[in-house]
């Protein structure tokens, strides 16, 4: 039997009981080495930079999470992200969404970039700019959908129609997504890309990315980068990811109705909230495609306060639920401040020409008892203004 259904693969995939001692969890092979019969002849494993089992099974249940012909696990999400980049050469060009992570900004121009690549960064959302610098030179599209921190939504199956008209591959950070949300090798991207360290993990204690490969002859390039550059994780990660997975579906359903409340509150608070960004609101100008395209919202809302920088941080130091900290997806709620923390290494007028305003606070909605997290924002907004009232 095959199994069908999201939760079950998550599970199963690639993760059978243990031939030896009928262990329902994947061994953690914590070995760097693998002995040989004979000279070459060894029973598919012999460094464990180059495979190991722990990692073998992490990888099958994520390309069967995703539908793809291929996963790759890497060190972190940027290790991930710097292994596909070189899969190109100098003169390549690349067209990367404008509201990207700020650690993806820093890779593609100030290392990528002396290399000899070309980026241009465009509004993704409006699909004339990427056709307006799109040329015979371009190779990828790289997209987020949602993004980070705004929470745009991009047409995802325009974005590969028009990447493969031109010869392009189409990259999609869907990492504020999950699978469970949203598999965009199904939508038409040739590679779904991961910080690992977020809702696949889900519990802030491991750094990893993940890559699902649409095609198998770009899965296989990757590998052989994957095994040459060595930005592989232990088998400890692994192991912690895949029982991550088991619970991703739960999760995820848990996190996007707690947000939607989130954000459903944060609209009715005008006193001190200036704009609430988030995709499961009608009023979203992206909520028509993310109705399409995603079976659900996330777990993330974006709000910016009155008051500038001075404003969010009153307002985030008098969260008590709502940790101050960096990263997202985990079983905890956390509070970012994009300007200064996660996209700091974005020029300033980058950052203010994206709509990153010194006054926007990025959550990150966890699973606790939403009554909990709505109280705990209420209050936090009440040292904004004192004549607010309280939550009801």
Not at 22 to 32: E, F, K, M
Not at 214 to 231: M, P, S, T
Not at 335 to 341: K, R, Y
Request: glycine residues 10%; contains cysteine; proline residues 5%.
């Amino acid at each position: 039997m095959k199994p069908e259904g999201f939760s079950t693969r998550a599970i199963h995939a690639g993760q059978e009981p243990d031939p030896q001692t009928g262990s329902v969890t994947v061994p953690i092979y914590q070995t760097s080495t693998y002995a040989q019969a004979d000279i070459g002849q060894h029973r598919g494993y012999e460094y464990s930079r180059t495979d190991n089992p722990t990692r073998s099974a992490l990888q099958t249940a994520l390309a069967s999470l995703d539908g793809a012909a291929g996963a790759l696990a890497f060190a972190s999400g940027m290790a991930a992200e710097a292994t596909v980049m070189a899969l190109f050469g100098p003169g390549d060009h690349v067209i990367v969404s404008d509201d990207c992570y700020g650690g993806t900004y820093r890779l593609f121009e100030r290392v990528y970039r002396k290399y000899g690549l070309r980026f241009d960064f465009v509004d993704a959302t409006r699909p004339e700019e990427v056709e307006r610098v799109v040329c015979p030179e371009t190779r990828l599209i790289w997209i987020e959908s949602p993004t980070n921190p705004l929470l745009k939504i991009v047409d995802i199956r325009h974005m590969a129609e028009i990447g493969h008209a031109h010869g392009a591959l189409l990259a999609v950070d869907n990492t504020f997504a999950s699978p469970y949300l949203q598999r965009p090798l199904e939508l038409g991207a040739d590679i779904a890309l991961y910080s690992a360290t977020k809702y696949l993990g889900g519990h802030s204690d491991l750094v990893m990315g993940t890559v699902s490969l649409a095609d198998v002859e770009v899965h296989d390039r990757l590998k052989f980068h994957q095994n040459a550059i060595g930005a592989v994780p232990g088998p400890m990660d692994c192991w912690l990811l895949l029982r991550g997975l088991k619970t991703l579906a739960v999760r995820m359903e848990r996190h996007q109705q707690n947000a939607a409340a989130v954000a459903r509150y944060l609209a009715g608070r005008t006193d001190v909230v200036t704009r609430v960004l988030y995709p499961g609101l009608e009023e979203h100008p992206g909520h028509d495609v993310a109705a399409r395209q995603m079976s659900g919202f996330g777990g993330i809302v974006t709000v910016e306060v009155a008051g500038g920088l001075e404003g969010a941080s009153r307002f985030m130091r008098s969260l008590q639920l709502f940790a101050l900290a960096e990263s997202l997806g985990g079983v905890e709620s956390l509070a970012d401040h994009p300007a200064v923390m996660t996209h700091a290494s974005v020029p300033k007028e980058a950052r203010e020409a994206a709509g990153i305003s010194d006054g926007l606070v990025r959550l990150s909605v966890g699973i606790e008892d939403v009554e909990d997290l709505l109280a705990d924002l209420d209050a936090a907004l009440n040292a904004l203004d004192s004549r607010a009232t309280a939550v009801r």
